[in-house]
């Protein structure tokens, strides 16, 4: 492995285990011990599941990435040497852009920031809607970064296991934001119909 190799490998662990569990993980957490996350999994009658039942559905999630990148390491296509550093050095540049747009959202979102899934969106009775920052591109700043992110890791590792997570992601969270558009209509009305029409969905400038 030569340098270049190492230090983008340094710089993926690391900043992935930060969105991870330092910007996700750990504030969704937060949050649904105070009853003010949403649950990964459906209501029971009227009944929510028990905390320990939701920390053990990310545990196993987490669990089933191992046999996928295990048996999943397998070139998508052969890359030639001399464009491999290229490739590598696209991806990484493209990754890191992608997460300082994860996080400039995130930091924008602040407060009002809370895991959903493609079933279920919570809104805080102080819900505001944000505009600013990177909300003033794209309605869904966090998606959109997420996946460049990870289309660059596609790039920087062009293996069957990261295209699988990047395409896992890119229709989960378009299932997301569909619904979180629909809550965020119910909520603020004209509003969000005005924020709408001068906004892209998820690529500023064109979609």
Same mark, same amino acid.
């Given at each position: 492995?030569?340098?270049?190799?190492?230090?983008?490998?340094?710089? *993926?662990?690391?900043?992935?285990?930060?969105?991870?569990? *330092?910007?996700?993980?750990?504030?969704?957490?937060?949050?649904?011990?105070?009853?003010?996350?949403?649950?990964?999994?459906?209501?029971?009658?009227?009944?929510?599941?028990?905390?320990?039942?939701? *920390?053990?559905?990310?545990?196993?999630?987490?669990?089933?990435? *191992?046999?996928?990148?295990?048996?999943?390491?397998?070139?998508?296509?052969?890359?030639?040497? =001399?464009?491999?550093?290229?490739?590598?050095?696209?991806?990484?540049?493209?990754?890191?852009?992608?997460?300082?747009?994860?996080?400039?959202?995130?930091?924008?979102?602040?407060?009002?920031?809370?895991? =959903?899934?493609?079933?279920?969106?919570?809104?805080?009775?102080d819900h505001q809607l944000i505009q600013n920052g990177p909300y003033a591109l794209v309605r869904h700043p966090m998606y959109s970064g997420w996946?460049?992110?990870?289309?660059?890791?596609?790039?920087?590792?062009?293996?069957?296991?990261?295209?699988?997570?990047?395409? =896992?992601?890119?229709?989960?969270?378009?299932?997301?934001?569909?619904?979180?558009?629909?809550?965020?209509?119910?909520?603020?009305?004209? =509003?969000?119909?005005?924020?709408?029409?001068?906004?892209?969905?998820?690529?500023?400038?064109?979609?």
């Amino acid at each position: 492995m030569n340098i270049f190799t190492w230090i983008a490998a340094g710089i *993926v662990i690391v900043t992935l285990i930060y969105v991870s569990f *330092v910007l996700t993980v750990a504030d969704w957490f937060a949050d649904l011990r105070k009853g003010q996350a949403v649950s990964l999994l459906p209501e029971r009658a009227g009944r929510t599941w028990p905390l320990w039942t939701q *920390v053990l559905m990310i545990v196993l999630g987490m669990a089933l990435c *191992v046999p996928l990148f295990y048996f999943g390491w397998i070139p998508l296509f052969p890359v030639p040497p =001399s464009l491999a550093l290229t490739f590598g050095v696209i991806g990484l540049l493209l990754y890191l852009a992608g997460f300082t747009f994860v996080i400039w959202a995130r930091r924008t979102l602040g407060k009002y920031w809370g895991l =959903s899934t493609s079933l279920q969106v919570k809104l805080q009775d102080d819900h505001q809607l944000i505009q600013n920052g990177p909300y003033a591109l794209v309605r869904h700043p966090m998606y959109s970064g997420w996946w460049a992110a990870m289309l660059g890791l596609t790039l920087l590792y062009p293996v069957w296991a990261v295209f699988l997570l990047f395409l =896992s992601t890119l229709i989960s969270f378009l299932g997301r934001a569909r619904r979180e558009e629909s809550a965020l209509a119910e909520r603020f009305g004209n =509003s969000w119909v005005e924020y709408r029409q001068r906004t892209k969905f998820l690529i500023p400038y064109i979609y």
